[in-house]
Nanobody, 117 residues
Framework: QVQLVESGGGLVQAGGSLRLSCAAS????????MNWYRQAPGKQQELVAA???????NYADSVKGRFTISRDNAKNTVYLQMNSLKSEDTAAYYC???????????WGQGTQVTVSS
């Protein structure tokens, strides 16, 4: 069975930092593009950051320069380092595993990030 388990969410003050982790099992982790999505109540789901199997990264304009996505294939884990947090970063954050050419993705359960102003 495939599992993506997120951790690291919580309450943080504006300007602070938080690191999210997503540990994957049941997949050949190194072959997957790993993504972080977020969704705030009443808003559409947004792709925040992505890292490919080759290590290439991409970011939403709203987080570029503040967030960093990374992966540790030896630990089957992807991270999202979030710095200079703003109230608008408040959302449920979801880990996603995508295999190019495969017909489905895998999703974590989500972890809540709340930034207080």
């Amino acid at each position: 069975q495939v599992q993506l388990v997120e951790s690291g969410g919580g309450l943080v003050q504006a300007g602070g930092s938080l690191r999210l982790s997503c540990a994957a099992s049941g997949i050949i982790f190194s072959l997957y593009t790993m993504n972080w999505y977020r969704q705030a109540p009443g808003k559409q789901q947004e792709l925040v950051a992505a890292v490919t199997s080759g290590g290439s990264t991409n970011y939403a304009d709203s987080v570029k320069g503040r967030f960093t996505i990374s992966r540790d294939n030896a630990k089957n884990t992807v991270y999202l380092q979030m710095n200079s947090l703003k109230s608008e970063d408040t959302a449920a954050y979801y880990c996603n595993a995508h295999f190019p050419g495969l017909g489905h993705d895998y999703w974590g359960q989500g972890t809540q990030v709340t930034v207080s102003s």
